[in-house]
């Protein structure tokens, strides 16, 4: 995907340390989960990167797979010079049409941006929208976004604020 004031690609491990910067000061805010460099780098296939016209990273999202049918759009970020410029919902596109392709039919997030994703289709949720059996099965995961998705109670601290919200993708 592109724009004339940026380009929207596929996140590679030369981009890892932009990502880390990008998203430092969100996670210093708190609007953000801390990672370690390393979590980045394992994770940066399931990045989509915004670049400007000089090759700079100006914006960042990733999309975490749940379930088979269930993904999670995660560390959607853009810098403050670079924001309401469509550069947030370019990256948004670009995961969507992702979960789309590994055939997904639903998005989460956990986000104090409620606007921005409702905007897109996003919708509160109370609750685990997944059946018994899944819960149990995704009960077994050590990933922090799973136990957000589930509504855990010991992950209850870490949220205070944001809101969860599910999109049903068409």
Not at 59 to 70: T, Y
Not at 107 to 128: D, K, Q, R
């Amino acid at each position: 995907m592109t724009s004339e004031l940026f380009l929207i690609r596929a996140a590679r491990p030369a981009d890892v340390r932009a990502i880390h910067t990008l998203v430092d000061p969100f996670v210093r805010r708190r609007l953000l989960v801390a990672k370690e460099l390393i979590g980045y780098y394992e994770a940066v296939q399931e990045f989509l990167v915004a670049e400007d016209s000089d090759g700079t990273v100006i914006g960042c999202g990733a999309l975490h797979i749940l379930w088979e049918d269930l993904g999670e759009v995660r560390t959607l970020a853009v810098h403050p010079d670079w924001r309401r410029k469509g550069v947030g919902r370019a990256l948004l596109e670009g995961l969507f049409a992702r979960a789309r392709r590994l055939g997904l039919k639903r998005l989460f997030c956990l986000t104090f941006e409620v606007t921005f994703f409702g905007h897109s289709g996003f919708v509160p949720i109370e609750g685990t929208p997944v059946d018994p059996e899944v819960f149990s099965e995704m009960l077994r995961s050590h990933d922090e976004g799973v136990a957000q998705f589930l509504d855990l109670a010991r992950m209850k601290p870490n949220t205070l604020g944001n809101t969860r919200m599910l999109l049903e993708l068409s």
